[in-house]
């Protein structure tokens, strides 16, 4: 089993976070999105990954050799960002006749790995949408099993979205029908999608079995990746000594790295501080601040910060990059 993590999206709902830094590697409770989706599946004892790179690749290449140096990985280029379908064609002479697992990776989901490594039928993730409009739609039948895969429909049928995540046995199929689709040039919403693949696939024969995740969390833009950084912190009970922290209050659940000072401040809850970061005179909540920050006499509420940012001076609610420097005084 060889698992593909597609992280060549440019990220555009998460700009300027996304211009110098892909949003797989954007720091959430303490991780990253893409550390929580290899620590999943290393865990289940998958070995061997594929990452699909685009636009700043190699700060994935960097990040995988530095993090997770016990991993046997691929990087495949997607120059041209043509979709989904065409990023794991691209893998086609790596995942060769290997069952493949596909997990999208600005995604992280909450289920049983192992269960559906050992389940005998091809599988996708599911969970109810109150809009399915915006996802992959899957009609299932009374059974379990999928009838029929629609991506972003106008007037759906169902409200079981598609989570992002793939265990795919038939890879010779897969292969054929990207293969097919790509030829003809069939486009859905102006991309090749893996949504029209599984089709293709279920029409042909090949029985996908649902499965329900029992959390999903997205890291798409602003708004979620904070919702997502607050319950995670939540769920891990991440926490920090105030002690250790020169006239300041904590208040959990946050998430604090090695080497950042912290004095006259109060930081929390639902906080992610990258490492190396000050913060001093400062009020930080429900916000993500990157690496190598220095925050000062300022309040920040529901922000993202990128990493070596200098802010200073009042309230306000952020959405900045990496290397800025802001004097709101």
């Not at 499965?211 to 798409?220: E, I, L, R, Y």
């Not at 993500?288 to 306000?316: C, M, P, Q």
């Amino acid at each position: 089993m060889k698992a593909v993590i597609p992280v060549a999206g440019a990220g555009t709902k998460l700009r300027p976070q996304s211009y110098t830094q892909p949003k797989a590697l954007i720091p959430l409770a303490g991780k990253t999105v893409l550390s929580f989706i290899i620590d999943q599946l290393k865990a289940a004892g998958i070995e061997e990954f594929i990452f699909i790179v685009g636009f700043l690749g190699e700060k994935i290449a960097d990040y995988v050799k530095e993090h997770h140096p016990d991993i046997k990985a691929h990087y495949v280029s997607q120059q041209e960002r043509r979709g989904i379908g065409h990023a794991i064609n691209l893998a086609k002479n790596i995942i060769e006749n290997d069952e493949v697992f596909i997990s999208l990776g600005d995604t992280i989901c909450e289920y049983d790995v192992q269960m559906v490594l050992n389940n005998p039928h091809s599988m996708i993730g599911i969970r109810k949408v109150d809009n399915p409009r915006d996802f992959g739609v899957a009609e299932i039948d009374a059974n379990g099993f999928i009838e029929t895969v629609v991506e972003k429909p106008y007037i759906p049928k169902s409200n079981m979205a598609m989570v992002g995540i793939y265990k795919i046995k038939e890879t010779g199929l897969l292969f054929d029908c990207l293969a097919t689709n790509i030829h003809k040039g069939l486009l859905t919403h102006g991309e090749f999608t893996i949504t029209d693949a599984l089709d293709c696939m279920i029409q042909k024969g090949v029985q996908f079995e649902a499965f329900k995740v029992d959390n999903w969390f997205d890291a798409g833009n602003k708004e979620t990746l904070l919702r997502s950084n607050a319950t995670l912190l939540r769920k891990y009970r991440s926490s920090a000594d105030p002690l250790q922290y020169e006239n300041s209050v904590i208040i959990p659940p946050v998430s604090i790295a090695g080497g950042c000072v912290i004095k006259n401040s109060i930081v929390g809850p639902n906080v992610t501080l990258g490492e190396n970061t000050l913060v001093d005179q400062s009020i930080v909540r429900n916000s993500i601040v990157g690496a190598y920050s220095n925050l000062f006499d300022i309040v920040l509420e529901d922000s993202l910060i990128g990493s070596d940012s200098s802010l200073k001076g009042e309230t306000r609610s952020l959405n900045i990059g990496d290397n800025t420097s802001i004097d709101l005084g």
